[in-house]
Nanobody, 123 residues
Framework: QVQFVESGGELVQPGGSLRLSCAASNVILDYRTIGWFRQAPGKEREGVAC???????YYADSVKGRFIISRENAKKTAYLELNNLKPEDTAVYYCAARLGPVSTFTTGGYEFWGLGTQVTVSS
């Protein structure tokens, strides 16, 4: 059974940083695009960033320049580095994967969703 597990979320002050991890099991990540998404209370889930199977990265405008997505296929793990955090970044963050590369910021076609990790930005 394929499983994605997110971790690393916590309470952080505005301007702070976090690194989220997404650990996959029972799946080969090499040929998949990995995406990070978030869902704030009362809002729809939105795409944050994705890293293609060819390692090209794409970001939502709201996080461009502040978040960095990366991957280590050998460890079956993806990461999302969150910098200069703002209260509006507060959300549950999820990772998921889709087969094949992408050539633009892509939020559809993902599967293997994890349960998420809570990021709270507050003073």
């Amino acid at each position: 059974q394929v499983q994605f597990v997110e971790s690393g979320g916590e309470l952080v002050q505005p301007g702070g940083s976090l690194r989220l991890s997404c650990a996959a099991s029972n799946v080969i990540l090499d040929y998949r695009t990995i995406g990070w998404f978030r869902q704030a209370p009362g809002k729809e889930r939105e795409g944050v960033a994705c890293i293609s199977s060819d390692r090209k990265t794409y970001y939502a405008d709201s996080v461009k320049g502040r978040f960095i997505i990366s991957r280590e296929n050998a460890k079956k793990t993806a990461y999302l580095e969150l910098n200069n955090l703002k209260p509006e970044d507060t959300a549950v963050y999820y990772c998921a994967a889709r087969l094949g590369p992408v050539s633009t910021f892509t939020t559809g076609g993902y599967e293997f969703w994890g349960l998420g990790t809570q990021v709270t930005v507050s003073s």
